[in-house]
């Protein structure tokens, strides 16, 4: 990836000493042990790691869907954990944009009206500005021709840079996705990887899970996550 760099230096997202432990049937797991991160805007971050290395679990942190059970997480100067359920879901709508493994598209909806939903529901936008921004997202994804097609007709591929394009719908700085090319055949995890590359080059700051080393290696940053605990945090050079 050519003259891919990280703009300003304020931090995107910090973890500090964050730890997280599940209670399930009499047992406790440590699921993640004194996360120390700090990301900064723009950065195009990997997290790398087995199956049940709290990959997730990390994701779910940065994005308030899960509470840590010690430390805190700060978004962009946020404390996340401050946070009331609704307060928090509004902030959710409007700081993050979040892509999922399996797309998670309305199926009844065609890409467009998937793409305009959050708008709606944040209540941002014009409703004529609505379906211009949607256009130009999936233009910008690569998808201007199938606008007005349903999930179904189109490539998981294409279905997940939809996904992408609806993340960016209410112009979230930070975009987060768990696993977004892992249900994809190469060819597809290349084209969606490289849309997440350019919303870098933009300036967006991308979380992207993966369990593609190669992938991975065109990022400017990976983490390694072993058993819950930071087990390598490289930046390339
Ligand atoms: P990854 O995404 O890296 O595959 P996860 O973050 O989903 O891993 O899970 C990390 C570990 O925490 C796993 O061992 C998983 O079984 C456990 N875990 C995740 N969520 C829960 C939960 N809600 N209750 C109990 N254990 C959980
Ligand atoms: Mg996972």
């Given at each position: 990836m050519v003259g891919l760099s990280v703009t300003g230096?304020?931090?995107?997202?910090?973890?500090?000493?964050?730890?997280?432990?599940?209670?399930?049937?009499?047992?406790?797991?440590?699921?993640?042990?004194?996360?120390?991160?700090?990301?900064?805007?723009?950065?195009?971050?990997?997290?790398?790691?087995?199956?049940?290395?709290?990959?997730?679990?990390?994701?779910?942190?940065?994005?308030?869907?899960?509470?840590?059970?010690?430390?805190?997480?700060?978004?962009?100067?946020?404390?996340?954990?401050?946070?009331s359920e609704d307060e928090m879901a509004r902030w959710r709508g409007r700081n993050l944009g979040i892509v999922f493994q399996f797309y998670q598209l309305l199926p009844v909806f065609s890409l467009l009206e998937n793409v305009m939903l959050p708008m709606q529901l944040a209540g941002k936008y014009e409703p004529l500005e609505r379906v211009q921004r949607a256009r130009m997202l999936l233009t910008q994804?690569?998808?201007?021709?199938?606008?007005?097609?349903?999930?179904?007709?189109?490539?998981?591929?294409?279905?997940?840079?939809?996904?992408?394009?609806?993340?960016?719908?209410?112009?979230?700085?930070?975009?987060?996705?768990?696993?977004?090319?892992?249900?994809?055949?190469s060819v597809s995890a290349g084209m969606v990887f490289e849309v997440f590359a350019a919303l870098a080059q933009q300036g967006k700051t991308i979380i992207m899970v993966t369990h593609d080393d190669d992938l991975a290696a065109e990022a400017h940053r990976t983490l390694r996550l072993s058993d819950g605990e930071l087990e390598r945090d490289a930046v390339k050079s």
């Amino acid at each position: 990836m050519v003259g891919l760099s990280v703009t300003g230096s304020s931090q995107a997202v910090c973890l500090q000493g964050v730890s997280k432990v599940f209670h399930s049937a009499g047992q406790d797991f440590t699921a993640l042990k004194d996360i120390q991160i700090e990301i900064p805007s723009g950065e195009f971050v990997c997290v790398l790691g087995r199956s049940g290395s709290g990959k997730s679990t990390l994701m779910n942190m940065i994005t308030g869907i899960d509470k840590p059970t010690a430390g805190e997480v700060i978004v962009h100067g946020v404390s996340v954990g401050g946070m009331s359920e609704d307060e928090m879901a509004r902030w959710r709508g409007r700081n993050l944009g979040i892509v999922f493994q399996f797309y998670q598209l309305l199926p009844v909806f065609s890409l467009l009206e998937n793409v305009m939903l959050p708008m709606q529901l944040a209540g941002k936008y014009e409703p004529l500005e609505r379906v211009q921004r949607a256009r130009m997202l999936l233009t910008q994804v690569g998808l201007a021709d199938q606008a007005d097609q349903r999930p179904d007709s189109v490539s998981g591929g294409e279905q997940q840079c939809a996904a992408v394009a609806r993340a960016l719908a209410n112009d979230p700085p930070i975009i987060v996705a768990d696993e977004p090319t892992g249900n994809l055949d190469s060819v597809s995890a290349g084209m969606v990887f490289e849309v997440f590359a350019a919303l870098a080059q933009q300036g967006k700051t991308i979380i992207m899970v993966t369990h593609d080393d190669d992938l991975a290696a065109e990022a400017h940053r990976t983490l390694r996550l072993s058993d819950g605990e930071l087990e390598r945090d490289a930046v390339k050079s």
